[in-house]
């Protein structure tokens, strides 16, 4: 789905790497992240709001994502090459 929002395989490939990359690190971070709360605090409550928080800021950013942000994106790396 990701391959989708961009005109060229090249930035379709760079973006998907992007996405899938960034996503790992979260899946692999905040697991550990809700255990040292919950050593902390003795309960999962806390990690319950940082991962409410981290929905509704991924949300937010998620907003920003349109078809004319790639393009910009698509006209400043053909620039660059």
Known sequence: MTMDHAA?????????????????VLAST?????????????????????????VVVMGAVSLGFSRKSYAAFDARISLQD
């Open 30 to 54: 905040l697991p550990f992240v809700a255990g040292a709360i919950k050593d902390h605090f003795a309960s999962l409550t806390q990690a319950w709001y940082l991962m409410m928080l981290g």
């Open 8 to 24: 060229n395989p090249e930035t379709a490939g760079d973006l998907a790497g992007f996405v899938q990359g960034w996503g790992y």
